[in-house]
């Protein structure tokens, strides 16, 4: 048996641990690499498939799936107040959304991985980050080799959320991947009537990493969650491929003068002003948001129209057509 160094070859990097795992789970890779732009050290966490067919034990990378990363410092240690992926930047900016100016406080994370946001939203935003995950191995290396210190909850995130009573937290961040469904994230449990309403029940903010599918997929996430929230609206950046939804009874409209003003708020905004930096000055960062209101007065408005038969039909359903349009959106459209 070759020594883990030699089976999972990492190019301008070493293996810290390899956990093996009995199929289906991927094995587990943690490794120091240098990152693509060829400067900064990285700590890595992928999923990784042995090949059967490799007498050694050796494999392939899926699809060279980063689970987790963090920049590495000079001691060795990693960095939680330095954010490596770009949809993680674009979550934390939807916090500037939230409708209370003072800062987030209670954050619970339902999808933790190895802890690169939890640690940044605790070492930054001084956040008490509760977190969920049902990989009780990524958590453990987590704690060994990410620093994480999190309290976390082994298990079903949507178990949890249904033993949620009150208003427990300021705001809720899913990040999820799910499993041969038309969503790489979230899972479609998640957007159970009864789980979304649990939500809206824990938090007056849920902000859901939404990862690739159809329009169509998307504009299911949107509409799972407009049932419970009054506004929904869609965050994205040209500097990753993520899709970004922010849900609230109350939200504040996403600019680049509203995230500044949010980071000047709070009590590390140096700090905050350095990890979304390439959010904030690149082309655009809230470039593209899609919004709606559900407005009890307005339905009901529309439903005394129809009983007295004061619009015509195509007229209804050319309107009809146009909100659907303003609530799904092209999410790859009109950028600006």
């Given at each position: ?6 089976q ?5 990097g070493c293996?810290?641990?390899?956990a ?14 240098t990152?693509d ?16 067919a490799d ?9 060279d ?11 060795g ?39 690169a ?11 008490a980050v ?12 987590g704690?060994?080799h ?11 995130a ?15 961040l ?9 969503l ?20 007056s903010?849920?902000v859901?990493?939404?990862l690739?599918?159809?329009?169509g ?13 009054a506004h ?12 970004v ?5 109350v ?18 905004a140096?700090?905050?002003v350095?990890a979304?930096?390439a ?43 146009k ?12 950028r600006?």
């Amino acid at each position: 048996m070759r020594g883990a160094e030699e089976q999972f070859e990492i190019p301008g990097g070493c293996v810290v641990e390899v956990a093996r795992r009995d199929a289906p789970c991927p094995t587990l890779l943690v490794s120091d690499e240098t990152a693509d732009e060829g400067a900064a050290r990285v700590r890595r966490l992928r999923f990784f498939q042995p090949d059967d067919a490799d007498e050694d034990g050796g494999g392939e990378l899926v699809s060279d799936y980063v689970q987790t990363e963090m920049l590495l410092r000079r001691n060795g240690r990693v960095d939680a107040r330095c954010l490596r992926q770009h949809y993680h930047c674009l979550m934390v900016a939807a916090l500037s959304c939230h409708s209370e100016p003072a800062p987030v406080r209670r954050v619970a994370m339902l999808g933790h991985g190895a802890g690169a946001l939890g640690s940044f939203l605790g070492a930054v935003l001084h956040a008490a980050v509760t977190a969920v995950d049902s990989d009780a191995e990524v958590v453990a290396l987590g704690r060994q080799h990410f620093d994480d210190c999190a309290h976390v909850v082994v298990g079903d995130a949507a178990d949890f959320v249904r033993r949620q009573t009150d208003a427990s937290f300021d705001a809720v961040l899913v990040d999820i991947n799910a499993v041969r469904e038309p969503l790489a994230a979230p899972p479609a449990r998640m957007l159970s009537p009864d789980v979304v309403r649990a939500l809206a029940r824990a938090t007056s903010m849920v902000v859901v990493n939404v990862l690739g599918g159809s329009e169509g997929a998307r504009c299911g996430v949107a509409s799972a969650f407009a049932a419970e929230f009054a506004h929904v609206l869609w965050l994205r950046s040209p500097l990753c491929t993520n899709h970004v939804l922010v849900a609230g009874r109350v939200l504040v409209s996403p600019s680049l003068e509203g995230l500044e003003a949010w980071m000047s708020q709070q009590e590390r905004a140096p700090a905050l002003v350095r990890a979304l930096a390439a959010l904030q000055f690149g082309s655009s960062v809230l470039h593209q948001w899609h919004l709606r209101q559900r407005s009890a007065q307005g339905k009901k408005a529309r439903t005394s129209e129809g009983a007295v038969g004061t619009r015509p039909a195509q007229q209804e359903n050319g309107e009809k057509r146009k909100r659907e349009r303003t609530t799904c959106g092209d999410a790859d459209a009109s950028r600006g």
